[in-house]
């Protein structure tokens, strides 16, 4: 008898149409590191829904491997060109910044136009400018260059991550991306040019509350806190329902976070709030974990869904501790609120979703960026996947020794 998979239908399903929208823009290796599936798996799955081998598309996938590795490279090239630290950044007490240097370049550049004709000792006397500051700036001429060089070279790379990830990222994540390839860039450099170019990441907008409670419920104790800290994987969980609107009706969205890594271990779409739809979400995120979660908090609101018999003995049968905030309070579960705004921000904003399979794809699609590949500030902008690899591999060394 074959080993059930620990994939569910539904991700299975979702994992094929991200591999179909890619049309050919991806391979399967790509789409499978976002979905932390193994590409043959992958593969798999996609053969099996065509009802045949995977060959369709197979030169494409060659072309999109080609096409991203001649990117890589030309990327890191960039980072070994006049990226060394403080690179093109003015030195500590310099002129560059001084009030009035803008009007001393343009008195420069008016001694250099009418030179031939007035002579230089004239034009400054009559500007009341010294020719020694006049010469210093003809000497600097090459170094400006080069610096207006490399300013450019680095609004090129910014623009570059800002579209890679949707408009989405602001400052503080397009700086730990451009370290991430290698640059040593000051922050309030990325945030000058930026501004000065108006590259401008997504703000937050108003939410609508969504938390229908039970007042009748049987009680369950707040055993976070607001503390949404943890020193561990699997230590503390936390969970949410959100919606998104699909032309006149309604696409409800359920999760399950790991508090220590921020990542999404589970998840579950449908077009309705039953609790069916939160108990989908949590059987993934056991499926995720290998089925050994016994101990593991699990932190909600007070809505219906969580409080219902049914999500209470899915909880005991895997030895999982309920938890739970007070009614009304957001606070109480303010790192899924968080998430949820993180989430509508980057897919939601100005967007209207007419048919479920494209709202379906369009947040499924973020939810595996955002585990593979999106910089959490909390993890010291770390992707939540390159943090959970970093912390096994920290409690293997501890381990070891």
């Known amino acids: 008898m074959a080993r059930p998979s620990k994939y569910s239908a539904e991700f299975r399903s979702d994992a094929i149409t991200l591999w179909r929208a890619s049309a050919g823009r991806r391979t399967f290796r790509n789409v499978a590191a976002d979905l932390n599936v193994n590409p043959e ?36 090239v960039k980072a070994e060109k006049g990226m060394a630290a403080r690179a093109g950044d003015p030195a500590t007490g310099s002129r560059l910044f001084r009030p009035g240097d803008e009007v001393k370049t343009a008195a420069w550049d008016f001694v250099s136009a009418h030179a031939g004709i007035f002579g230089i000792k004239r034009i400054c006397r009559a500007l009341e400018v010294s020719r020694s500051g006049y010469y210093r700036w003809i000497a600097g001429a090459e170094v400006r260059a080069a610096r207006q060089a490399d300013e450019e070279a680095l609004v090129a790379e910014i623009r570059d991550i800002h579209a890679e990830h949707h408009g989405n990222y602001g400052a ?10 290698g640059h040593t860039v000051n ?36 055993l976070v806190q607001r503390d949404f800290t943890a020193g561990t994987l699997d230590e503390k969980w936390c969970g949410d329902i959100t919606y998104v609107q699909v032309g006149g009706t ?29 108990i989908d979400a949590l059987q993934a995120a ?20 969580y409080t219902s018999a049914a999500f209470a003995r899915v909880c005991d049968r895997y030895g999982i501790r309920r938890s739970m905030g007070r009614v009304g309070s957001s606070y109480d579960n ?18 209207l979703f007419s048919t479920f399979r494209q709202a379906r794809l369009e947040i499924f699609q973020w939810l595996t960026y955002y585990n593979a590949r ?28």
């Open 334 to 351: 303010a790192l899924a609120e968080s998430f949820w705004q993180g989430l509508k921000r980057e897919t939601m904003q100005e967007k």
């Open 286 to 305: 056991v499926a995720a974990r290998g089925g050994d979660v016994a101990g593991v908090i699990f932190h909600a609101d007070r809505g219906s869904q």
């Open 41 to 76: 798996t992958l593969r798999t799955w996609v053969r099996d829904a065509d009802g045949g081998p995977a060959t369709v598309g197979a030169p494409q996938d060659t072309e999109a491997e080609l096409a991203r590795l001649r990117a890589e490279n030309t990327r890191l």
């Open 187 to 222: 922050r309030k450099r990325v945030a000058r040019l930026m501004r000065k170019h108006q590259i401008v990441g997504r703000h937050l907008r108003k939410k609508r509350r969504t938390t229908v409670p039970d007042r009748l419920a049987p009680p369950v104790p707040d």
């Open 250 to 278: 309604w696409l409800y969205l359920a999760c399950v976070i790991d508090i220590c890594s921020r990542r999404v271990l589970g998840w579950s779409m449908a077009p309705h709030m039953r609790a069916e739809l939160v």
């Open 172 to 181: 503080l994540r397009v700086h730990a991306e451009l370290r991430g390839f």
């Open 374 to 401: 999106r910089r959490h500030s909390a993890l010291d902008y770390l992707s939540p996947m390159e943090f959970e690899q970093l912390h096994h591999k920290t409690v293997r060394l501890s381990l070891a020794a």
